[in-house]
Nanobody, 117 residues
Framework: QVQLVESGGGLVQAGGSLRLSCAAS????????MGWYRQAPGKQRELVAT???????GYEDSVKGRFTISRIYPKNTVYLQMNSLKPEDTAVYFC???????????WGQGTQVTVSS
Protein backbone atom coordinates (compact mmCIF):
# COMPACT_ATOMS: atom_id res chain seq x y z
CA GLN A 1 0.00 0.00 0.00
CA VAL A 2 1.13 3.55 -0.76
CA GLN A 3 0.12 6.74 1.03
CA LEU A 4 0.46 10.24 -0.39
CA VAL A 5 0.25 13.29 1.86
CA GLU A 6 0.06 16.72 0.26
CA SER A 7 0.67 20.13 1.76
CA GLY A 8 1.33 23.70 0.72
CA GLY A 9 -1.91 24.91 -0.80
CA GLY A 10 -3.49 28.20 0.08
CA LEU A 11 -4.66 31.59 -1.10
CA VAL A 12 -2.36 33.82 -3.12
CA GLN A 13 -2.74 36.89 -5.30
CA ALA A 14 -2.24 36.70 -9.03
CA GLY A 15 1.45 36.82 -9.87
CA GLY A 16 2.38 35.18 -6.61
CA SER A 17 3.99 31.83 -5.87
CA LEU A 18 3.21 28.67 -3.93
CA ARG A 19 5.05 25.41 -3.44
CA LEU A 20 3.15 22.16 -3.06
CA SER A 21 4.71 19.11 -1.44
CA CYS A 22 3.71 15.46 -1.62
CA ALA A 23 5.33 12.82 0.55
CA ALA A 24 4.96 9.21 -0.57
CA SER A 25 5.32 6.35 1.90
CA UNK A 26 4.90 2.62 1.75
CA UNK A 27 6.19 0.29 -0.95
CA UNK A 28 7.59 2.62 -3.61
CA UNK A 29 8.68 0.45 -6.51
CA UNK A 30 10.61 1.57 -9.55
CA UNK A 31 9.86 2.48 -12.22
CA UNK A 32 7.24 4.96 -11.13
CA UNK A 33 5.84 8.29 -12.21
CA MET A 34 4.82 10.93 -9.70
CA GLY A 35 2.63 13.74 -10.82
CA TRP A 36 0.34 16.60 -9.99
CA TYR A 37 -3.17 16.90 -11.31
CA ARG A 38 -5.76 19.58 -10.68
CA GLN A 39 -9.50 19.86 -10.78
CA ALA A 40 -11.37 23.13 -10.95
CA PRO A 41 -15.07 23.37 -10.05
CA GLY A 42 -17.21 21.96 -12.83
CA LYS A 43 -14.21 20.71 -14.81
CA GLN A 44 -12.50 17.40 -15.29
CA ARG A 45 -9.31 16.54 -13.51
CA GLU A 46 -6.31 17.43 -15.67
CA LEU A 47 -2.65 16.59 -15.65
CA VAL A 48 -0.34 19.43 -14.60
CA ALA A 49 3.15 17.94 -14.40
CA THR A 50 4.91 14.60 -14.05
CA UNK A 51 8.33 13.33 -13.06
CA UNK A 52 9.57 9.80 -13.48
CA UNK A 53 11.79 7.80 -11.17
CA UNK A 54 14.56 8.72 -13.63
CA UNK A 55 13.70 12.42 -13.13
CA UNK A 56 12.27 12.95 -16.61
CA UNK A 57 9.69 15.73 -16.41
CA GLY A 58 6.65 16.73 -18.43
CA TYR A 59 4.28 19.69 -18.23
CA GLU A 60 0.86 20.69 -19.43
CA ASP A 61 1.22 23.54 -21.94
CA SER A 62 -0.45 26.24 -19.83
CA VAL A 63 2.03 25.82 -16.95
CA LYS A 64 5.25 25.51 -18.93
CA GLY A 65 7.74 28.15 -17.84
CA ARG A 66 5.76 28.90 -14.68
CA PHE A 67 5.65 25.59 -12.77
CA THR A 68 8.54 23.31 -11.89
CA ILE A 69 8.21 19.75 -10.65
CA SER A 70 11.02 18.10 -8.72
CA ARG A 71 11.54 15.14 -6.44
CA ILE A 72 13.93 14.10 -3.70
CA TYR A 73 15.28 10.60 -3.19
CA PRO A 74 15.12 8.44 -1.20
CA LYS A 75 12.27 10.20 0.57
CA ASN A 76 10.12 10.08 -2.57
CA THR A 77 8.86 13.56 -1.96
CA VAL A 78 7.69 15.51 -4.96
CA TYR A 79 7.36 19.28 -5.14
CA LEU A 80 5.49 21.60 -7.44
CA GLN A 81 6.89 25.12 -7.46
CA MET A 82 4.23 27.39 -8.93
CA ASN A 83 5.25 30.90 -9.99
CA SER A 84 3.38 33.67 -11.80
CA LEU A 85 0.10 32.19 -10.65
CA LYS A 86 -3.08 33.12 -12.49
CA PRO A 87 -6.72 32.99 -11.37
CA GLU A 88 -7.26 30.14 -13.83
CA ASP A 89 -4.79 28.05 -11.81
CA THR A 90 -7.37 27.92 -9.02
CA ALA A 91 -8.22 24.28 -8.36
CA VAL A 92 -7.79 21.38 -6.00
CA TYR A 93 -4.36 19.90 -6.70
CA PHE A 94 -3.87 16.17 -6.32
CA CYS A 95 -0.68 14.20 -6.06
CA UNK A 96 -0.49 10.89 -7.90
CA UNK A 97 1.98 8.03 -8.14
CA UNK A 98 1.74 5.52 -10.96
CA UNK A 99 3.47 2.16 -11.19
CA UNK A 100 3.38 1.25 -14.89
CA UNK A 101 4.65 -2.32 -14.38
CA UNK A 102 2.05 -2.98 -11.69
CA UNK A 103 -0.69 -1.09 -13.52
CA UNK A 104 -1.69 0.64 -10.31
CA UNK A 105 -1.78 4.18 -9.11
CA UNK A 106 -2.57 6.04 -5.91
CA TRP A 107 -3.91 9.49 -5.10
CA GLY A 108 -3.47 12.01 -2.34
CA GLN A 109 -6.38 13.74 -0.67
CA GLY A 110 -5.90 17.01 -2.55
CA THR A 111 -4.95 20.52 -1.52
CA GLN A 112 -6.79 23.70 -2.46
CA VAL A 113 -5.00 26.42 -4.40
CA THR A 114 -6.88 29.69 -4.82
CA VAL A 115 -5.47 32.55 -6.88
CA SER A 116 -7.25 35.88 -6.50
CA SER A 117 -7.25 38.52 -9.21
Amino acid sequence: QVQLVESGGGLVQAGGSLRLSCAASGYIFSPNIMGWYRQAPGKQRELVATITSDSVTGYEDSVKGRFTISRIYPKNTVYLQMNSLKPEDTAVYFCNINFPNLKRDYWGQGTQVTVSS
